[in-house]
Every structure is written in structure tokens, then in C-alpha cells.
């Protein structure tokens, strides 16, 4: 449904040319849920922004349904129905949630999208008039980012990092938003994450480091590689004994 072909992205910095991105190739099919992984700074969250047009390619194609949409400004893109919370959703002060669902749905607010908080965990009773301010925690503000991304109803939603700035109940709370929604929705989700909770929502996980896919896997297999590497890890392996570390980690 979504696909990168040969995806490559370069940017300036420091008035240089920098490859972040090196020939991705991808295909993200309807209704599923992937999870990308890997060492920071390796290219998921350039992945991200150039799936919703932040990056533009300089070199490949970005097919949605078979279109090619490589080209395309984030706007339009986001008419396709392609979505992307960030790690730190905005404020938008002085607006109320209903407001903020109404101009994500392009519409007046009906039963429907009343539901959508409930589909992320939120009483529609207590949110729909209140002003999204201050007082929101970091829990409510994602959970928030999430409804009105549900109210769009997109083909593609991206989340970066969605438990980064959250406490552990939010984010047990999010996990099963997550869930809810791949559930009830016929939208594919592609979340950022090293969190195991999240990574064994997945369908696939996709590892990418060094700017390229270094694998695509399913989630037994890479959660069993994971609790593998733990296991060999001599340095893990003298904290729990609590012995002195004096070995480099061998993963």
C-alpha cells in the first residue's frame, strides 16, 4: 500500500552535502502494524519525514496505492491520508479538543468522532470542551495527537518515539490505544520505538541503522534475537551479579 523504491535523502548541513538515507526499500501494507527500530541516529525518524514529505528523495520513488507520490508537498500528502505525530505533540492554546478534532476532520463533530476519544482512553464527557493548556500531561497530550489523527482517517499514520516524555501508566495506556486502533481502524501504523511493549504489537519490525535497512523481520524472531543478545551480554551479565564491569559489551 505504501512503498520506497530505492529511497535516498541528502541534506546540507554546515553548508556540506550529508547522505542520511541510502537506498530504502520498503512496503507497508494495509491494516498493519510496524515497528521500526534501531541505534539512534540511524535513520528512522529521516524515514519518517521523508515518508510525510518533510524530506524530499534524491533518488527513488514513495508509491501510495500505486501513486507516486515521491514529489508531493506535505499537504498534499496528507489529503492522500498520510499522517505524523511527532515526539512532543504542540500545545494548541486557547483551542478546545472539539475544536482540534473539528479541524482535523475538516467537519462539525458527530457521534463518530465523539467515539474517537474513547478509543484512545479518554472520557469524552471530561475532554471534548475542555482547553487543551498546561494542565495536559504528556499521557493526554499523545493521546489527543492520536484522536485527531483517528478523526482523519488516514491510510498511513506515522508515530516517532510515541512513549518519549510519558510516565509508565500513560504509556501501558498508549500501548493498548494501539492496539484499539489497529483493532476498530483500517489504517497501517508505522511507530518509532525501542520499547519491547510496543515492538510486540508489531507485525514486522524494520531495523534500520547507518541510514539503511539493515533487516526485516517478525517479531517473534526479533524479540527472540533480543533476549538472546541480553543473554550473551558479559556486561549485563556482571551488573546483575554485581560484579565489577571491566568488559566491553560483545553484542
Same mark, same amino acid.
Given at each position: ?5 530505492d529511497v535516498s535523502v541528502v541534506v546540507t548541513e554546515d553548508n556540506k552535502k550529508l547522505q542520511i538515507l541510502k537506498d ?6 494495509? !491494516? ?12 528512522? +525518524? +529521516?524515514?519518517?519525514? $521523508? ?9 527513488? !520513488? ?7 507520490? $515521491? ?19 504542540? /500545545? ?52 489527543? =495527537? ?12 506515522? *508515530?516517532?518515539?510515541? =512513549? ?6 500513560? *504509556? ?11 483493532? !476498530?481502524? =483500517? ?5 518509532? +520505538?525501542?520499547? =519491547? ?20 523481520? +517478525? ?8 533476549? !538472546? ?21 560483545? /553484542?
Amino acid at each position: 500500500m505504501l512503498e520506497l523504491k530505492d529511497v535516498s535523502v541528502v541534506v546540507t548541513e554546515d553548508n556540506k552535502k550529508l547522505q542520511i538515507l541510502k537506498d530504502i526499500n520498503l512496503q507497508l501494507d494495509k !491494516k498493519k502494524i510496524y515497528v521500526m527500530t534501531g541505534p539512534n541516529g540511524g535513520g528512522k +525518524s +529521516s524515514i519518517a519525514k $521523508t515518508i510525510m514529505g518533510i524530506y524530499q528523495p534524491a533518488a527513488g !520513488k514513495i508509491l501510495l496505492d500505486g501513486e507516486d507520490i $515521491t514529489h508531493k508537498s506535505i499537504t498534499e500528502r496528507a489529503q492522500l491520508g498520510i499522517g505524523y505525530a511527532f515526539q512532543q505533540p504542540p /500545545r494548541f492554546k486557547g483551542i478546545r479538543v472539539r475544536e482540534l478534532l473539528e479541524i482535523a476532520s475538516g467537519q462539525e463533530l458527530d457521534a463518530e468522532n465523539c467515539d474517537i476519544l474513547y478509543d484512545v482512553g479518554l472520557c469524552t464527557k471530561d475532554y471534548l470542551d475542555r482547553e487543551i493548556n498546561a494542565s495536559f500531561s504528556g499521557g493526554e497530550l499523545k493521546r489527543i =495527537e492520536i484522536a485527531t489523527l483517528l478523526a482523519r482517517k488516514l491510510k498511513v499514520a506515522v *508515530f516517532d518515539e510515541p =512513549e518519549a516524555g510519558i510516565d509508565l501508566w500513560s *504509556f501501558q495506556q498508549l500501548t493498548e490505544t494501539f492496539q484499539q486502533i489497529h483493532e !476498530k481502524y =483500517e489504517t497501517t501504523l508505522l511507530i518509532i +520505538s525501542h520499547q =519491547e511493549r510496543i515492538l510486540r504489537l508489531a507485525h514486522e519490525v524494520i531495523v534500520i541503522d547507518q541510514g539503511r535497512v539493515s533487516e526485516i523481520t +517478525s517479531r517473534d524472531k526479533f524479540l527472540a534475537d533480543l533476549e !538472546k543478545m541480553d543473554l550473551d551480554c558479559r556486561c549485563r551479565d556482571d551488573c546483575i551479579k554485581g560484579e565489577p564491569v571491566n568488559a566491553e559489551c560483545d /553484542r
